[in-house]
């Protein structure tokens, strides 16, 4: 799972199901923003993975239709205190930021770009919970979360991740987990909390 997180891979409202936490509206950034994948992330806790790889541009080529002038950032991020590089869940945030003139319709076609995406051959996506429209406390956006299984010939393997999406960016933002306890016991809403912190790192300025 820690290989699939690491490979390189905006305004109107955001899709999903009613918010489970508050109303739906949507609050949006004061300002077009730019996305810049910092050294560290969730307040310092998880830092830069030094094995990830660079952005694919690819990506925001795919999404021309729904994105003008679209960059492709990626970053992956392992907890600070691991033990060693391989050691602690992955976080991987993968995202477009540009000009979107669809947001919903972009965000779609993103996840289904990065679900796509993997290093086993037919292997297949298959979206079991949600996806789910959360507002996490302290914030007034909202993100879209699901779990995705993923099976193949060599066995089935899930993995949960939030994404956003207004006039500046669509960003996916995923997570490993231990694959010997069930999806069901996963708190997609503590994970939506996180996803809402890394909103905030990542977003900066758009340059002069």
């Known amino acids: 799972m820690a290989t699939v997180a690491l490979a390189g891979c905006g305004g109107g409202g955001e899709s999903g199901s009613p918010s489970v936490n ?24 998880f830092t830069e993975s030094r094995e990830h790889s660079e952005p694919d541009q690819s990506i925001a ?15 992956a991020y392992q907890p600070a205190d691991r ?8 976080l991987s945030v993968n995202g477009v930021y540009g000009t979107v003139l669809s947001p919903v319709t972009a965000r779609d076609e993103l ?13 297949r996506s298959v979206v079991i919970t949600g996806p789910r429209t959360i507002i996490p406390q302290g914030s007034s956006e909202p993100v879209s979360c ?61 340059a002069p």
């Open 111 to 123: 996840l289904k770009i990065l679900d796509s995406r993997t290093v086993i051959q037919d292997e």
């Open 22 to 45: 508050g109303p739906g509206q949507v609050s949006a950034p004061s300002g077009p923003y730019r996305l810049k994948m910092p050294k560290a992330v969730l307040k310092g806790t």
């Open 146 to 206: 699901r779990i995705v299984r993923k099976t193949s010939e060599f066995g089935t393997s899930w993995q949960p991740d939030c994404s956003w999406a207004d006039g500046s960016a669509v960003v996916k933002v995923a997570q490993t987990v231990d694959l010997k306890k069930p999806p069901a016991e996963f708190d997609l809403e503590a994970f939506a909390a996180k996803t809402a912190i890394i909103r905030k790192e990542v977003r900066a300025p758009m």
């Open 61 to 75: 080529s795919r999404l021309a239709g729904q994105i003008e002038n679209g960059i492709t950032a990626f970053a």
């Open 83 to 90: 033990k060693d590089e391989f050691s602690g869940p992955v």
